[in-house]
């Protein structure tokens, strides 16, 4: 079974402490893309963003996308199955 190179992020809590080790684990396993719904969808963006970024010696690329209303999981669903990536789409609850 190939990794899991997309996933959509459903924000059911908002942006929490926690994310960082999220965003760090995809890392290691080579995640591509990731899309964010829900709750706080543009700041969790933006953190993971900065995540990837870290102190700018050694940037990790990852595309990411937030959706907020009136989009849907669906639609966050939908745009992660388009991404010209391998692999199927992962749902994480955060």
């Known amino acids: 079974m190939p990794a899991t190179r997309k996933i959509v992020l459903h924000s059911r809590s908002g942006l929490r402490p926690g994310l960082d080790l999220l965003v760090a684990e995809w890392i290691r396993e080579g995640v591509q893309y ?55 789409v992962s749902i994480v609850v955060f």
């Open 34 to 88: 990731v899309g964010v719904v829900g709750l706080d969808a543009e700041d969790i963006v933006e953190a993971i963003d900065w995540f990837c970024i870290g102190d700018g010696t050694d940037p990790y690329e990852m595309l990411t996308a937030s959706h907020t209303a009136p989009e849907t999981m669906d639609d966050a669903i939908a745009l992660a199955s388009q991404v010209d990536f391998p692999g199927d």
